[in-house]
């Protein structure tokens, strides 16, 4: 194009920088969405993943147990519990400890239980695990992993059930009535004492059916509010018997009182300014405290407050009085405390010493200060600044500036030259003698009306004592007792001024032990009698433990920080007496025996627990009785956990490897005359084995093994006394399995990707083939290692032949699989033992 002509053809199209800009913030936030949902995706994939591993990890532990036969998979008797989740998880924690396991990168622990299980009216029920064998065991496997910062779990339940269960020849039958009215009790529990899997709830009409063994049993019948029965019966083989109950009516009562909480200190009088010496010009004021609480509050320590007085006027500042001297630094329970702007404090005729001393009038009153307004005075933390309690008083209608509640209502002015503000002692007013305790979180309802001006109640500071027969209302505090018949309620608001009221009915009459408790605050009350049907027991009172705080006040005052609750019941013989000498009863680490009367009360952390009555059959002639998952709460009374003990014996073995050395880890089980089992225990680590939990009688009792193991002999037939420990004898078990373990590396990191574990007694060809000779020639055990490099092989356990054992690993030269393998001679494995440090590495 030449100079000077100008160009007639069409511009080329473009963008601007606007345009370039706008485009490039549309991707860059096409962009970040599709990483942010990368993110998201990826993590729900990982999720899947995991849960996926979760459910094949759990799926392949029921397989395995429910491959075993029915008396090798053993009952928890050692329930613990995973409480990082609600509800907690229970597992075995001595036959089938946790197992952790590294599968596709991810950390899992699985978890066992084994409860007997048996059908009662329809539904599948769990029993302790010292009941007789009811040919039902429900299984619960359940795997946990972390997700992120959280945990996740997956739980599958399964039930195994004996093919050779002895079947029940005899029928029981009858209905349980009302013994005044004879009609049935429904849902009463019925059965047999010597064997609690034997039972059956009844039905609308009261009727019950249980199928048993023949022989000689009690029978026990129980239903909620009425007393328990027990019926000695005879039944033979085919027999049906007919047994009807005919229960008790418990007679009931009601324990009432009220509950209080206390965990404070209490601003219980407030004077602004009177005049002392009358005449003299000066006007003194003063705060007191109370202090309604079991233990010692520090007010100031060397000088340096730890709670500080505060004022604080409508349209002023929050002000901290200007304590120049701590003559006493704390407060005791029971007793108060004086701040006053001078050294004695005179009023109505009473002198007391101020315990904490400032200078000047800081509190205004009308007639004295100018601009006397709505106000308030409070105690507070010096370094937290937290409001321990606040005092408020309105003017004319305008509120302070801080108050509890509702103010105090000053109709014209303000705090006056002459009044004071006084805290009731109760719901009734102020009583001398009483501490000033009565504290609804309203301030006018908490301050006496009468008395204010002129001043009538006299000032106190730390020498003075006081009884708190009130304090906050513990609206909603949880009551209840040990009675066995009644069940918890909560207190309510009632009265005014108002007051927290409990009633807890359908107590049973006698005496008992009563807990209230509100937020982690508990008062436990021994000794609480309801003497007769229809009477109401006033709580607490002089002859309870503890006793009413003053005479005639009912009040429960919850001070106390709770730790702990109870778990409380009976303990009787078959025919429903007291046992001597008395039983032990345990619940975790905590055991006690019983009263005089069979009764117990276990103070525990807060849980699930498995109660034991003659743990270890500490009382040998009387059988061992577990609950199983009894709830503690805080503060909280667990009741009518009962125990009905029949009598017993105990039989003792031992079982080896070759009659001398131990064998742990057999199970030895004991059946009764009909063939029916009735204990089953594990050889410990010195072969020997204690059958406990035997009713008197003849037995027989035999090792549970596997195919390929024998016992010598192959069982005993002893006779159980009462009170007795019998030594059977010893069995000696040929082909016990022992373990061989190892682990599996490559350049020194352990082989994540599974290496097949060979063990035989021969020599076999690498690599193994599958062939006729394979399957007739020596046996081989196969395993696997483990993501985290590690294996275990159960093999035949030998005192003469030693295992060869070969690894065989995989890997890849570009798409060529090879093979490289590895082996370790002699490795000698005794039954019942673990040889390991059988490590391949390449």
């Given amino acids: 194009m030449k100079p000077g002509y100008p160009y007639r053809g069409q511009f080329e199209s473009g963008l601007t920088l606007t345009e370039l800009m706008i485009a490039t913030a ?101 029993l302790p695990p010292t009941t007789p064998d009811t040919g039902l065991k429900r299984v619960l496997v359940a795997v946990i992993w972390h997700d992120g910062s959280t945990y996740k779990n997956l739980q599958i339940n399964g039930v195994a059930s004996n093919p050779d269960t002895v079947m029940g020849t005899a029928i029981l039958t009858g209905r349980v009535r009302n013994a005044a009215t004879t009609a049935g009790i429904p849902s009463a529990s019925v059965n047999v004492a010597e064997n609690v899997g034997w039972r059956d709830t009844a039905g609308a009409t009261g009727d019950y059916t249980i199928n048993l063994s023949p022989g000689n049993y009690n029978l026990a019948a129980g239903a909620e509010g009425y007393f328990p029965s027990m019926i000695p019966i005879s039944i033979g083989a085919n027999q049906t018997l007919t047994q009807n109950f005919d229960l008790t ?156 509640g509702a103010a105090i209502v000053q109709a014209n002015f303000g705090l006056e030259n002459d009044e004071q503000f006084v805290r009731r002692t109760s719901t009734s007013g102020v009583t001398a003698g009483l501490g000033n305790a009565y504290d609804t979180g309203s301030n006018n309802v908490d301050f006496v009306t009468d008395g204010r001006q002129p001043m009538i109640y006299p000032p106190h500071n730390s020498s003075d004592a006081a009884l708190g027969v009130s304090g906050t209302p513990a609206y909603g505090a949880v009551i209840s007792a040990t009675d066995g018949l009644s069940t918890p309620t909560t207190a309510y608001a009632a009265g005014d001024p108002p007051y927290a009221e409990f009633l807890l009915p359908a107590v049973a009459t006698g005496t008992h032990f009563v807990s209230i408790s509100s937020g982690n605050l508990v008062l436990e009350i021994d000794s609480v009698t309801v003497s007769a049907s229809g009477t109401v027991a006033w709580t607490p009172n002089a002859a309870t433990d503890p006793i009413w705080p003053s005479a005639g006040h009912y009040a429960a005052i919850l001070s106390s920080v709770a730790t702990h609750g109870f778990i409380s019941g009976r303990v009787r013989n078959v025919t429903g007496g007291v046992i001597s000498p008395s039983i032990l009863v345990q619940a975790g680490d905590t055991a006690l025996t019983v009263n005089s009367l069979g009764y117990y009360a276990i103070e525990l952390s807060t849980g699930l627990y498995t109660v034991t009555a003659n743990p270890g059959n500490v009382n040998g002639s009387y059988v061992s009785q577990d609950q199983t998952d009894v709830a503690v709460g805080l503060g909280q009374v667990t009741s009518d956990v009962n125990f009905v003990l029949s009598q017993g014996g105990r039989l003792q073995a031992r079982v080896t490897r070759d009659g001398i050395n131990p064998l742990p880890g057999v199970a030895v089980m004991a059946f009764d005359s009909n063939g029916a089992p009735r204990d089953e225990e594990v050889s410990g680590a010195d072969g020997r084995v204690l059958l406990i939990n035997l009713a008197t009688g003849t037995y027989t009792v035999q090792t549970i093994l596997d195919s390929g193991e024998a016992a010598t002999p192959v069982s005993f037939n002893p006779t159980v006394t009462a009170g007795g420990t019998v030594f059977i004898g010893t069995f000696t078990i040929a082909g016990a399995f022992g373990t061989i373990a190892g682990s599996v590396s490559s350049g020194g990191a352990p082989i994540r990707t599974g290496v097949m574990i060979v063990a035989s007694t021969a020599a076999i060809p690498s690599p193994p083939d599958l062939s006729a000779a394979t399957l007739t020639g020596s046996t081989y055990y196969l395993g696997s290692s483990a993501e985290d490099g590690t294996f275990h092989v159960d093999v035949r356990g030998s005192t003469t032949t030693a295992y060869r054992v070969y690894g065989y690993y995989y890997t890849f030269d570009g798409a060529a699989p090879l093979l490289s393998s590895s082996s370790v001679t002699n490795v000698s494995v005794l039954p019942g033992e673990t040889t390991s440090g059988v490590n391949f590495t390449w």
């Fill in 26 to 126: 549309i991707l860059s936030i096409g962009i970040l969405g599709s990483v942010a949902a990368f993110r998201y995706i990826a993590q729900s994939a990982q999720n899947s993943k995991a849960r996926t591993l979760a459910s094949n990890l759990a799926q392949e532990k029921m397989q395995i147990l429910k491959q075993q036969s029915y008396y090798r998979l053993l009952v928890t008797t050692g329930t613990a519990y995973q409480t990082d989740f609600d509800p907690v998880i229970p597992y075995d924690a001595g036959y089938y400890p946790p197992e952790s396991i590294l599968e596709g990168g991810i950390h899992f622990t699985r978890l066992t239980y084994v409860q007997i299980a048996q059908e009662d009216s329809g539904q599948i029920v769990t």
């Fill in 249 to 404: 009516a418990m007679a009931s009562g009601t324990v009432r009182g009220s509950a209080w909480i206390n965990d404070h200190l209490i601003i219980s009088q407030v004077v602004g300014s009177t005049e002392a010496p009358e005449g003299s010009g000066f006007f003194q004021e003063y705060v007191e405290v109370f202090n309604p609480t079991t233990w010692t509050w520090t007010v100031a320590a060397g000088g340096v407050p730890d709670i500080d007085l505060k004022y604080h006027k409508q349209g002023g500042a929050l002000t901290t009085l200007p304590v120049s001297t701590y003559h006493v630094s704390t407060v005791l329970p029971g007793r108060y405390y004086l701040f006053a702007n001078t050294g004695t404090v005179t009023a109505v005729g009473v002198a007391r010493d101020a315990d904490a001393e400032y200078s000047g009038n800081v509190i205004e009153v009308n007639g004295l200060d100018a601009g006397n307004a709505a106000a308030a005075v409070g105690i507070a933390g010096s370094s937290t600044h937290d409001w321990i309690d606040v005092v408020g008083w309105s003017r004319a209608g305008v509120d302070p500036p801080l108050m509890e």
